[in-house]
């Protein structure tokens, strides 16, 4: 009943509801889907639209290195937006991402897809942007393998939620792809011309995620030390959103690898309204490995005593924290049981510092009260 009540709304509705807004929607990896009730808690509190979100490496139909299918997750969510009656929340679907674009990994795709659809997701993130053309002779020519594999599913997943509104993010440059001089960004041409060409094909996403700097996860300085820092390109992120907006183009930007930027940063200088959603992930398996340490230190010295074990061979010259850091994710499947079995003492304390976190992210990212702007969206639609 209140599951019902309290279920997931489509993405399109958030992000079209905050748009104009000095506003940057969080979308939270819960890959440990313990945070998910104390983040829900705080969105219901502050009046704020959240995403819930896991990735298909993280969430496929085995489970992922969460060892949560997306019916699996989506029941998790679904159960904790209910016990906060929580009601301004999309279920989203990050990085589907397609690596080849060949038939069978296409056709293996849409599986997934229908998955979700089945377990109630409402956005989705088409991720197809390892595809790219390097002998193409114009920016389209480029883009055309992305273009092609993001066309392909997005009218896929148009036509399975048979009329039913939907969130879309799609991507362009690859967040964290590097050269020979660092990391590849993106240029406003590129963004521009990718959306024009999904607008050609009757698509259009709410949100493009781009290469602006950012890498997923943590960053490390030399010694294998967490870093912590600004590392998008503000003016060049500024510079893509003007050039959307310059051709008409109805899209924002999807901030990805949020965590490690601190939020007093993000809250003076994040070009909110030109970045609309803002993915913070490995920050969340943070708050449950760092409440582990004391609440469970048998069960977090057994995880480190696995992760290190089963990761050091492939990891030679790096500090046990870094490798520790790195892969303590897939710890995740591994102790599934026990991760999901901690006392009560255990379970409250992750839920409170999910709860506090997340009121210093929605602060940070200007989002009080931007449930109220999706509830009126909803109603004048
Ligand atoms: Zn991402």
Not at 50 to 70: I, M, Q
Not at 167 to 172: A, M
Request: proline share 3%.
């Amino acid at each position: 009943m209140k599951e019902q009540e309290y279920g997931p709304i489509p993405g399109s509705a958030i992000l079209h509801g905050v748009s104009g807004q000095k506003t940057i929607v969080m979308a939270a990896n819960a890959r440990i889907a313990t945070v998910a009730q104390g983040i829900f808690k705080a969105a219901k509190d502050t009046g704020s639209a959240v995403f819930l979100e896991l990735a298909r490496s993280e969430s496929d139909l085995k489970g992922g290195y969460t060892g949560l299918t997306p019916q699996a997750f989506s029941d998790r969510m679904r159960k904790a937006a209910g016990e906060v009656q929580c009601d301004v929340w999309a279920l989203h679907a990050d990085h589907i991402t397609v690596k080849t674009g060949s038939p069978s990994e296409i056709d293996q795709t849409k599986q997934l897809i229908d998955a979700q659809i089945q377990a109630g997701y409402t956005s989705f993130a088409i991720d197809a942007s390892h595809l790219f053309d390097f002998e193409g002779k114009t920016v389209r020519e480029e883009l055309e393998p992305n273009i092609r594999a993001t066309t392909e599913l997005a009218l896929f997943i148009k036509n399975r939620m048979k009329g039913k509104d939907f969130g879309l993010e799609v991507e362009v440059g690859e967040i964290g792809r590097k050269d020979g001089h660092g990391l590849i960004l993106t240029k406003p041409e590129e963004a521009v011309e990718f959306i024009r060409a999904l607008n050609e094909h009757e698509i259009y996403p709410q949100v493009l995620a781009i290469a602006n700097g950012s890498t997923h996860g943590h960053t490390y300085d030399e010694n294998g030390n967490v870093v912590e820092q600004l590392s998008i390109d503000i003016p060049q992120t500024r510079a893509i959103a003007q050039a959307l907006r310059d051709n008409n183009l109805h899209v924002g930007i999807a901030q990805h690898g949020i965590t490690g930027t601190p939020r007093d940063l993000i809250n003076l200088h994040f070009p909110k309204g030109d970045i609309i959603k803002g993915n913070v992930g490995t920050f969340w398996q943070d708050v449950v490995f760092t409440t582990l340490k004391v609440y469970e230190p048998a069960l977090y010295k057994e995880i480190q005593d696995w992760t290190l074990a089963t990761y050091r061979a492939a990891n030679p010259g790096k500090k046990d924290s870094q490798i520790f850091d790195g892969n303590c994710k897939f710890a995740i499947k591994e102790f599934f049981k026990d991760l999901y079995a901690v006392s009560e003492d255990t379970e409250k304390a992750i839920q409170a510092m999910a709860y506090a976190e997340s009121l210093v992210f929605f602060r940070a990212f200007g989002s009080y009260g931007s449930a109220s702007r999706v509830r009126n969206y909803l109603k004048n639609k």
